[in-house]
């Protein structure tokens, strides 16, 4: 199982490693004729609106190439995907290791021989261009094998086993659960994010590093949510925020069960996923309070001792609904 | 962890409170180190008065069983054997129950435990 996942990081970075050596070779060929800095930022007309370093450009290169790499093998070897989707992540991960790959060689190509960065052009056909590389090196991901993973057997949003559990409660008993779902997934990527983040602020300024920025606040904010079920219903919000929230209020509910959810296969990737007929809040694949809503949709959070929560909240229902 | 109050129970809130933390540390489903939601919150969830979730986290205090640090909140004491004292803490508070119930006055419980440990 693990040799398989291996293998699947390691075809994942594969297209990342090609392009990023791709870039460091042309660099390395180019190396004398680069003015410093070089021209490294374009507007829709062609023409250069911003400047790196060449020692700079190169950083930049790895980090993103590797970055890009890094978050590939995550999304292809942590989650439970089938052979198709595989090939398609996989394509799609060529695709855009082709599609940087072939910006960043275009810029070195374009600056060649100049001595002025300023007047050094980048024409817009060259996205087009890349977007052409892309399709190429996609067709060639679709192509390569990958290895296949243990097949899964697991039916997505089926029937739950056994009756809904439930809770017995005393009348005028008050009762509280709540527990922290904590995701390493998501904090992984927050700290990459904040990482790269850094290195860009560093090295291009606030406007290269807001995107990257921005996506670890967000990453980090939801890597930890809490989830309260009481006398409101059901409560999931950041532990350290009030807000955003999300509650599906008593009378919304039809029943609540305890489920193993694989996040990846069902929902397709972790945070709030919506999905036709269900949505959930995805921390890690496994235990998971999963609520039939009154309209007949679905809303899970993956949150350990489950069980508990959805006896709790199938109480509460019962409750509210005799008191009318 | 799951908080169950029962305002008809002779027993007060707050220890009622303070029980379900302790059962929650006995059974491991709170374990060492881990913070206990804040006294706001759970109040809010409950729907009590704050000084009596307070109160109950005082109590898990002076037992031992959790730290209540300003701007950390409550956390259980980051101990491998805070367990086990949860659990005799239990049985201490059961030992308490059946005494009363059987009428015993302090002196006689306090006089029964140190007989025991002699």
Not at chain 1, 160 to 177: K, R, V, Y
Not at chain 1, 232 to 244: D, E, N
Request: with cysteine; hydrophobic share 50%; aromatic share 6%.
């Amino acid at each position: 199982m693990n040799r398989v996942r291996y293998r699947l990081a390691a075809l994942a970075v594969l297209p990342f490693l090609l392009a990023l050596a791709v870039d460091l070779t042309l660099y390395a060929l180019l190396r004398d004729r680069l003015p410093d800095p070089l021209a490294s930022h374009f507007t829709a007309n062609g023409s250069s609106d911003g400047t790196q370093s060449r020692g700079s450009t190169v950083l930049f290169a790895c980090v993103l190439h590797l970055g890009l790499g890094a978050l590939w093998a995550v999304l292809m070897a942590a989650g439970q995907h089938g052979v198709r989707r595989l090939r398609w992540l996989n394509a799609a991960g060529f695709a855009t290791a082709g599609f940087v790959g072939h910006l960043l060689a275009a810029t070195l190509l374009a600056n060649a021989d100049a001595t002025d960065p300023a007047r050094v052009r980048l024409p817009l056909w060259q996205l087009a261009a890349g977007v052409g590389v892309a399709a190429l090196a996609a067709a060639l991901g679709r192509l390569l094998p990958v290895p296949s993973p243990v097949p899964a057997a697991m039916s997505p949003a089926g029937p739950p086993s056994g009756g809904a559990p439930h809770l017995d409660l005393a009348e005028g008993e008050l009762a509280g659960w709540m527990r922290r779902a904590p995701s390493r997934v998501l904090l992984g990527c927050g700290a990459v994010l904040l990482v790269a983040g850094s290195v860009l602020l560093y090295v291009g300024g606030w406007s290269s590093a807001v995107g990257a920025l921005f996506g670890a606040v967000v990453c980090l904010a939801f890597s930890c949510p809490y989830v309260t079920v009481d006398r409101r219903g059901l409560t999931a919000r950041p532990t350290v925020l009030p807000w955003p929230r999300i509650r599906i209020p008593l009378s919304d509910v039809t029943r609540a069960v305890s489920r193993d959810i694989k996040v990846a296969a069902e929902y397709g990737g972790w945070g709030y996923r919506m999905r036709p007929g269900r949505s959930g809040l995805m921390l890690r694949s496994g235990e998971a309070i999963v609520i039939r809503r009154t309209d007949g949709r679905e809303f899970a959070v993956t949150v350990d001792d489950a069980g508990t929560a959805a006896a709790l909240l199938n109480a509460l229902v019962l409750r509210e609904r005799a008191s009318g | 962890m799951l908080f169950r109050v029962d305002p008809a129970s002779p027993q007060p809130l707050g220890d009622q409170i303070a029980a379900s933390v302790r059962g929650a540390i006995a059974e491991g489903t709170v374990t060492p180190g881990e913070r206990l939601p804040s006294a706001r919150s759970l109040a809010d969830s409950l729907g009590v008065n704050l000084h009596t979730v307070l109160r109950g986290y005082q109590r898990l205090r002076e037992e031992g069983l959790i730290e209540l640090r300003r701007g950390r909140g409550a956390v259980v004491v980051d101990d491998a054997g805070a367990r086990r004292r949860a659990a005799l803490m239990q049985q201490v508070r059961e030992l308490v129950r059946q005494a009363r119930e059987l009428g015993l006055t302090e002196e006689e419980v306090v006089g029964l435990v140190r007989r025991g440990l002699a």
